[in-house]
C-alpha cells in the first residue's frame, strides 16, 4: 500500500505566499511523474502541476509564472512553491503520483487526504 501526506496549507492574504509539501510512503520501488491537483468548492478535481523523473515540469495555465513545482527523490516529496495567491486558488490540494510498487505494478490511484489553501482578504 502507498501513501501521501499533504501538508503546508493554511490561510493567507491574496498576494501571500505558501509552500506546499507531499511525502509518499510505503510500497514503493520507484516515483515517476509527480503532480498536484486541486478542488475548489462545487467543482471538479483538476492538475496544477506536473514534474517527470528527469524534472520537467508543467502547469496549468492560471498558475504559470506563481507556482513552482520540485521533487527531492531521497525524500518522496513533492513540493509547490506558491505565489502571488488569488482568491481563486482557493482549494483542497492534492499530490498523486505514478508509483512501481514492490509488485512490479505502476499505478496512480493513490491519493491522501489533501491540504486546505484558503486566499482572503
Known amino acids: 500500500q502507498v501513501r501521501f501526506v499533504e501538508s503546508g496549507g493554511g490561510l493567507v492574504q491574496p498576494g501571500g505566499s505558501l509552500r506546499l509539501s507531499c511525502v509518499a510512503s510505503?510500497?514503493?520501488?520507484?516515483?515517476?511523474?509527480m503532480r498536484w491537483y486541486r478542488q475548489a468548492p462545487g467543482k471538479q478535481r483538476e492538475l496544477v502541476a506536473s514534474i517527470t523523473g528527469g524534472g520537467d515540469a508543467t502547469y496549468e495555465d492560471t498558475v504559470k509564472g506563481r507556482c513552482t513545482i520540485s521533487r527531492d527523490d531521497a525524500k518522496n516529496t513533492v513540493y509547490l512553491r506558491m505565489n502571488s495567491l488569488m482568491p481563486e486558488d482557493t482549494a483542497v490540494y492534492y499530490c498523486?503520483?505514478?508509483?512501481?510498487?514492490?509488485?512490479?505494478?505502476?499505478?496512480?490511484?493513490?491519493w491522501g487526504r489533501g491540504t486546505q489553501v484558503t486566499v482572503i482578504s
Open positions: 498523486n503520483a505514478d508509483i512501481l510498487n514492490s509488485l512490479g505494478r505502476v499505478s496512480s490511484n493513490y
Open positions: 510505503g510500497s514503493i520501488s520507484r516515483i515517476y511523474s
